[in-house]
């Protein structure tokens, strides 16, 4: 939602948008966001999963989940300005396949594949790495 704009701000006011809200968070009162990270956290925001950009439709009608304040004002916003989540996973690779990391890996696999080469996890083996290889 853009601060700035005063054209939709009035709709979180009405009426059928605070019915909208207590049921949502009634029948979902954990953050979802902390919930896939294990954590329980209750939820005080009703976040629209796609953003609606004053599309009164989406407003309405549109996919909502509950957010705690912190993950929605935090990576929920960070997500939508920059195209993906930059959460790290155990393994130590970022949990988003939008996440840059993975365009070049992606690239590397897809070029190896039409050279006919092997790859390893994304990772091409060159061809002095193969020759190495054979003579050992």
């Not at 939602?1 to 207590?22: E, F, I, L, Q, V």
């Not at 935090?74 to 930059?86: F, I, P």
């Amino acid at each position: 939602m853009s601060r700035g704009s005063t054209k939709y701000r009035d709709w979180y006011r009405c009426k059928r948008w605070r019915d909208r809200r207590a049921l949502q968070l009634r029948q979902h009162p954990l953050c979802k966001m902390c919930e896939a990270e294990g954590r329980l956290e209750p939820a005080t925001v009703v976040d629209h999963v796609v953003p609606h950009r004053g599309d009164r439709q989406l407003f309405f009608y549109g996919e909502v989940q509950s957010l705690c304040a912190t993950c929605h004002d935090g990576a929920k916003r960070m997500v939508e300005e920059r195209g993906y989540d930059t959460a790290i996973g155990a393994d130590g690779f970022p949990k988003d396949r939008n996440h840059p990391f993975y365009l070049d890996r992606d690239l590397h696999v897809v070029q190896a594949n039409v050279r006919g080469r092997s790859s390893l996890r994304g990772i091409s083996f060159s061809s002095t790495t193969r020759r190495s290889e054979r003579s050992s």
